[in-house]
């Protein structure tokens, strides 16, 4: 009975994995085009003509079954008239001495509803590294690199490759977090993620998804020994492994990765966080994958294939449906927002049918549909505020997973760990003088026109409307300017200044801030290179700006205000009113200041602009020469 079965679920998989495509081929035709058809032939074929060619190619390269795919065959001649190239034959003609690519696969969001205009493309290459040798393995490297490079230059959507090894995969082996996966923070995780969220691009179909039998159970190590041995006539699954269940330790390390995740992506996070809250909650229920691949292989013939965004977060909604009613609401609002769902839409796409059904089931009051159907107009602060119950909802999500898992030894590594929890200290921990970030739901949001003035003694960045919103408030100027530029808040066209006594001019102000970005740029957690969180925390850029409130005669050096960066992606501000408190700075935070950036403002129509620029340099360094000399001894 297992061969009819196996030969059956087959059948059902590679409908639905065309019913995955057709979701990716209608959010994104031109990008689709690219990575469903044309990937999988630049991969399996070597011609200088094309992107990937690779000089003195040992081995050429083929992907499992791409010349009997007739969606890239038909395709073909298309993709030789692109590049200019004549000729009638097929370029995907093999010798008998190939390196066989067994798959390529997507993981995440890619063909569901979850897909929007800012998705990338995670795609594994999966290959068995016992038939590559070191010279095919970096022959492989080096031609996806050139595929990728042509991709990153005419394709819109980002797309990233792995190469993954199917024993790695087999053993939930998915490499370090400095190598931009989620490393040791996630194991199974990862691969329950893979078989449930997965579109087979070309190549074999993993194993997994075809040992299941509504009957009764299949086992699945027997159907991968009869499978090798030839029984069932056919060589088109691969063994990435089975999966049955998950260890309590590894929820820990996934709940961190979350929290790391969110920190540039909090609508994707957040529904992730509490799927695990909810996986924890319920251990003895069958993984999410089992129960998706159940709905997709058991469907009735006129059922439409659930799509695995919806199939999860139906799942949720159930799940949740009789506990705190105001976090479920609002969940159901960052789902909408997450997935760009738009109900009210006069066109009719298949996004907006699954998206329909989903929440005719777990309905949004109309009012707050309406609301979130013109998201992009809301004015800033609201943004903002959801952005901030967002993180809110993360943070007591990740608090209670981590008390349901006390006592549950964590299997993460200490690198990893550490790694994680200072990107999340940096965005999220506060420090004496550090500038605090805005926490942003996403990243178009709508800037209103802010005006800065002098309130008290204390300087105001607000928006000025009948009830204005206060963005930050400072004794220190440059702070306020520091917050603006590094949150990048600050637009020159957008920002006025209050009458006030002081000699401050507006234009000074946009040239201090251009300064500053400029020099100390904006908050990018992203272009932080993994392995500096590993290091011992440093100043990397330093901009001291002399006199800034002072009047245009002072030319004494008694109001010094430093700005700097440190290797972990963090800013501060201070203020000095002596020269020696400025040298104890530099004695007590310069210590390692090896490649360290300085720069220096002092308002243009001071009237001793260069004394004092010579002088400030002179006496930082001096006090550089002397911790250097120190450091020496």
Not at 544 to 557: A, D, G, S
Request: aromatic share 12%; net charge positive.
């Amino acid at each position: 009975m297992i061969p009819a079965v196996i030969a059956k679920n087959k059948k059902i998989y590679l409908e639905y994995n065309n019913f995955r495509k057709r979701i990716f081929s209608e959010l994104a035709p031109k990008e689709s085009e690219a990575i469903l058809y044309m990937l999988p032939w630049l991969l399996s074929i070597n011609n200088p003509a094309f992107p990937g060619y690779v000089g003195n190619l040992k081995r050429p390269f083929k992907v499992f079954n791409v010349d009997n795919n007739r969606e890239i065959r038909k395709r073909e001649p298309r993709f030789k008239r692109m590049f200019d190239f004549r000729g009638e034959t097929s370029l995907l003609k093999f010798s008998s001495d190939v390196c066989w690519i067994q798959g390529i696969y997507t993981i995440g969001s890619i063909g569901t509803i979850n897909q929007t205009s800012l998705s990338d493309c995670d795609l594994w290459i999966c290959i068995d590294k016992k038939d590559y040798d070191e010279t095919a393995r970096h022959q492989l490297n080096q031609k996806i690199n050139l595929i990728k490079d042509w991709m990153d230059a005419n394709v819109k959507m980002s797309v990233y490759f792995f190469v993954c090894d199917m024993e790695d995969i087999k053993n939930c082996r998915f490499g370090n977090v400095a190598s931009e996966s989620s490393g040791s923070a996630q194991r199974k995780i990862l691969k329950e993620e893979f078989y449930r969220t997965t579109v087979l691009i070309c190549g074999k179909i993993p194993c997994w998804w075809v040992c299941y039998d509504k009957s009764g159970p299949v086992d699945y190590n027997l159907v991968v020994s009869e499978y090798e041995k030839g029984r069932y006539g056919d060589n088109d699954l691969i063994d990435f492994g089975n999966l049955e269940a998950i260890d309590s330790s590894e929820y820990f390390g996934a709940a961190v990765w979350q929290f790391n995740k969110s920190l540039t992506s909090p609508l994707k996070s957040i529904i992730k966080m509490i799927l695990l809250k909810m996986l924890i909650e319920a251990p003895k229920e069958q993984l999410l994958c089992h129960r998706f691949r159940e709905s997709v292989l058991g469907k009735k013939n006129d059922q439409m294939f659930y799509d695995p965004a919806v199939f999860t977060m139906n799942t949720i909604f159930n799940y949740y449906k009789d506990t705190n009613d105001s976090n479920l609401k609002f969940l159901k609002k960052c789902f909408y927002l997450r997935s760009e769902i738009n109900l009210s839409s006069r066109k009719s796409t298949l996004k907006k049918k699954l998206a329909g059904e989903l929440f005719e089931r777990n309905k949004i009051d109309r009012d707050a549909l309406i609301s979130l159907n013109n998201f992009a107009s809301w004015d800033y602060h609201s943004q903002i505020e959801f952005g901030t119950r967002i993180f809110e909802l993360l943070s007591s999500s990740y608090k209670e997973i981590t008390a349901m898992l006390s006592g549950v030894k964590g299997e993460i590594d200490a690198k990893d760990l550490t790694i994680i929890g200072r990107k999340i200290s940096v965005c999220l921990g506060k420090k004496p003088l550090k500038i605090p970030i805005l926490q942003k739901p996403t990243d178009n949001l709508n800037l209103p026109k802010l005006t800065i003035g002098l309130k008290g003694n204390s300087w105001q960045v607000y928006a000025p409307k009948k009830k204005p919103k206060t963005f930050i408030s400072h004794p220190d100027i440059v702070y306020c300017l520091a917050y603006m530029v590094w949150n990048d808040i600050y637009v020159p066209g957008r920002l006025s200044m209050d009458p006030n006594p002081t000699s401050v001019s507006i234009q000074e102000i946009f040239n201090l801030a251009n300064k500053m970005k400029q020099f100390l740029g904006n908050f990018d957690i992203t272009s932080i290179n993994y392995g500096s969180f590993l290091e011992e925390e440093r100043i990397t850029k330093l901009l001291l700006i002399v006199n800034f409130e002072k009047p245009p005669w002072e030319k004494h050096i008694n109001d010094i205000s430093v700005v700097y960066n440190n290797n972990w992606g963090e800013l501060f501000a201070r203020r000095f009113d002596t020269v020696l408190k400025l040298k104890s700075f530099l004695n007590k935070f310069g210590k390692n200041i090896e490649g360290l950036e300085i720069s220096y403002y002092i308002q243009r129509n001071n009237l001793y602009y260069e004394k004092i620029i010579e002088r400030t340099k002179r006496i930082v360094s001096s006090g550089i020469h002397d911790l250097l000399f120190d450091k020496i001894k």
